[in-house]
C-alpha cells in the first residue's frame, strides 16, 4: 500500500498506535524502543554528499567524534531564562476556545538575580534544572530568532528542555505548546482527545503560537524580543508530522473522511474545517523545519516534495515506533529541497530524540 494511502484509522488498531503511546506514555518513553543514544550516525542529503560541515577533524581526514560532541554540548553567551505563559483561540468549526500552555526560554539578562528553575512535568513530576533561570529579565541586544517545538503523542511542552535551554543560551527565543488533549497529563486522566481532532488541531496550534508571538503574549517582553522573520520549527513523533504540515505539506481531507467515525466525522463536515483543509495549514512564517521519528499520516501523495522550506529529517535505525521502513525512507524519498538533511542515528530509536528519562530519579522510573 503507498504510503500516502494507509488507512488513518489502522493507527488506533496497530501496536504501535499515537493512541497508545498516549495512554502508556511513560512506560514507553524510558522503556524499550530508548534506543543507546550514543552514536552520532550518519548524514545524508540530497546530493550524495556527507552531510557534515564541522571543520573539526581528526588527523585521518575524518570528524573528532569527542570534539563535536563538546562543541555541540556547549552553552552560549547568554544564561537562559525560562517562564510559562498561555494562550487562548477558537479553532475552526469549534465553539470553544482553545487553551494552550506554552512553555517559553529565551536569553537572560545578566547578573538578574534569579535562581535556577524546577519545571513541573505533566503536574506532578519535579526536575530541576541546572541549565536554566526562573523568570529572569530577557536579555537587552535582542531581537532574537524564534524556536517553536512541537511534543509527540501523550508528551509535554516541557520536553523540548535539552534543546531549549542550549538555543535560549545561543540568543534564540523558544516556544514549546503543550497540546491540550493530547498530553501526559491528559493521558494520565483519561482526557485525551479524538485522534482526528488532534491532527488538525496541532498544526493550528503552531500558528496560534506564531500569531501570539506576533501579538506580544498579552505585553510580555519575550514576544517583544523575538525576530519573526526568522523562525525554526522542529518536533518528535506527532510533532514530526505536525512540523512537516506546518512547514507546508498539505493534507487529505478524503483520507481523514475515510478514517472518521462517529462525531469526528460531524467535525470533519463543519464548514470551516472544510476551508481549513482547502486553504492548507502552512505557516509561511516558517523557514526551516527538523522533524524527528516522525509519523507520515494523512499526507497527500508527492506533497513532501512541494514544501517551501528546508527539512533536516531525523530518525533512529532502532525505532520500532515509527519504523525508517514506513516512515523516515519514504519521506527522505519524497522530499525534494537541495538543502534537505537527513540525519540517520544508527543507534537511535524512537525516545533517543528526548532526555527527559536520563534526568528523573530512578526511584521514580522503577513505579512504571
Known sequence: ????????????????????????????????????????????????????????????????????????????????????????????????????????????????????????????????????????????????????????????????????????????????????????????????????????RRPLDVRAVLDEADKGFAGDEVAAATDMSRVFLFGHSFGGYTTFVVGGAALDYQQFLDGCVLDECDYLAEPEVIDAFAEGFADPRIDAIAPQAPVLIGFAEGTLAQMPVPAMLQSGAKDITTPDSTEAIPAWEELANPEDRWIHLLDGAHYSFITVCDDLDPELLNLF
Not at 552520532?40 to 570534539?67: H, I, Q, V, Y
Not at 477558537?90 to 494552550?100: C, Y
Not at 503543550?178 to 483519561?190: K, M
Request: charged content about 20%.
Open 1 to 200: 500500500m503507498p504510503r500516502s494511502a494507509r488507512p488513518l484509522r489502522s493507527l488506533f488498531t496497530s501496536p504501535v498506535s499515537l493512541l497508545a503511546l498516549a495512554l502508556a506514555f511513560a512506560p514507553i518513553a524510558c522503556g524499550d524502543d530508548g534506543g543507546g543514544g550514543d552514536e552520532l550516525g550518519d548524514g545524508s542529503d540530497t546530493d550524495g554528499t556527507d552531510g557534515s560541515d564541522s571543520g573539526t577533524e581528526t588527523d585521518t581526514g575524518g570528524p573528532d567524534r569527542d570534539a563535536l560532541i563538546a562543541e555541540l554540548s556547549a552553552p552560549g553567551p547568554y544564561a537562559a531564562g525560562y517562564r510559562e505563559l498561555d494562550l487562548s483561540y477558537l479553532p475552526p468549526g469549534e465553539m470553544e476556545e482553545r487553551v494552550l500552555p506554552v512553555r517559553v526560554w529565551y536569553p537572560a539578562a545578566a547578573d538578574s538575580g534569579a535562581g535556577p528553575v524546577t519545571y513541573t512535568l505533566a503536574g506532578i513530576v519535579q526536575l530541576p534544572s541546572p541549565a536554566a533561570l526562573d523568570n529572569p529579565p530577557v536579555a537587552a541586544d535582542g531581537p532574537f530568532p524564534v524556536v517553536v517545538y512541537t511534543h509527540g503523542s501523550g508528551g509535554d511542552g516541557l520536553l523540548a528542555y535539552p534543546y531549549a535551554e542550549r538555543f535560549a543560551s545561543h540568543g534564540w527565543v523558544v516556544f514549546s505548546p503543550s497540546h491540550t488533549g493530547n498530553t501526559a497529563s491528559d493521558a494520565f486522566s483519561g482526557q485525551t482527545d479524538s485522534f482526528l481532532k488532534i491532527a488538525v
